[in-house]
């Protein structure tokens, strides 16, 4: 089967296919004498099976161990994989129906109303002063925590938990106030470097590797639409020095 036949069995494009040849991901298969790829069976189970596990929330590093397990397996220990990856990620659909099901059943619904009880308890205490700003913030976590995998939940709250230790989230209002008075002033401000210092002395070192690793992620895309430039800019200057402490 050609490359477009694959890609269409297995429901993505094309050019994910060869992506995942790019990664490694997916073995190149045999190539016919006109040079066009021929690919069988056993590439399309693999080639569902990353999608699975993609869908799953694992990382590319992680699918690629768990591909490296089915090197050695028979086609049918395979399928059986595959078939437990199709029904965790049917379980995790319930779970989400059952969720969604809930919040309809309430009357007043808040962009609030969708995240878990567990992080509405953190969020309850972290915005608490009534900040402007931490108005954004709580709209980040919300949606971060909507759109999240279980694990990826747990794992937001492991990171923001330490922020609503008493000392913490007294120095988290003091932040948060602070940030509100940035909202007028120019990146350049002098309180914009300070700011800066304070937020790296305040977030765990935990959530400081977080902010490296995805520093070319969503949130940052977040933070330059929704804050204002001075504010941006003290998660803009946070990031960089903290990256250039890891070097």
């Known amino acids: 089967?050609?490359?477009?036949?694959?890609?269409?069995?297995?429901?993505?494009?094309?050019?994910?296919?060869?992506?995942?040849?790019?990664?490694?991901?997916?073995?190149?298969?045999?190539?016919?004498?006109?040079?066009?790829?021929?690919?069988?069976?056993?590439?399309?189970?693999?080639?569902?099976?990353?999608?699975?596990?993609?869908?799953?929330?694992?990382?590319?590093?992680?699918?690629?161990?768990?591909?490296?397990?089915?090197?050695?397996?028979?086609?049918?220990?395979?399928?059986?994989?595959?078939?437990?990856?199709?029904?965790?990620?049917?379980?995790?659909?319930?779970?989400?129906?059952?969720?969604?099901?809930?919040?309809?059943?309430?009357?007043?619904?808040?962009?609030?109303?969708?995240?878990?009880?567990?992080?509405?308890?953190?969020?309850?205490?972290?915005?608490?002063?009534?900040?402007?700003?931490?108005?954004?913030?709580?709209?980040?976590l919300a949606l971060m925590d909507t759109v999240a995998t279980p694990a990826d939940r747990d794992q937001v709250l492991d990171l923001v938990r330490p922020l609503i230790e008493p000392d913490a989230l007294a120095r988290s209002h003091d932040l948060y106030a602070c940030l509100d008075d940035l909202a007028d002033a120019d990146p350049a401000d002098p309180r914009v470097a300070a700011l800066a210092a304070d937020l790296i002395a305040l977030i765990p070192a935990d959530m400081a590797a977080a902010m490296i690793a995805h520093s070319d992620a969503g949130w940052q895309g977040w933070m330059f639409d929704e804050a204002t430039p001075a504010q941006a800019e003290v998660f803009r200057l946070a990031v960089i020095t903290l990256t250039e402490r890891t070097q």
């Open 1 to 140: 089967m050609r490359i477009g036949e694959l890609a269409a069995l297995v429901g993505i494009s094309t050019r994910a296919v060869r992506h995942y040849h790019h990664l490694g991901l997916l073995p190149e298969p045999v190539r016919l004498a006109n040079g066009y790829r021929d690919y069988g069976l056993r590439d399309a189970v693999t080639l569902a099976r990353i999608r699975r596990l993609a869908e799953l929330g694992l990382s590319l590093d992680e699918i690629h161990d768990v591909l490296a397990d089915d090197q050695g397996k028979e086609l049918r220990e395979v399928l059986v994989g595959l078939d437990a990856d199709l029904a965790r990620q049917q379980d995790m659909i319930a779970a989400r129906r059952a969720r969604l099901a809930a919040l309809l059943t309430e009357p007043d619904l808040t962009p609030e109303s969708a995240v878990s009880p567990e992080l509405a308890a953190v969020l309850r205490d972290l915005t608490a002063s009534g900040s402007s700003f931490a108005t954004l913030d709580r709209k980040l």
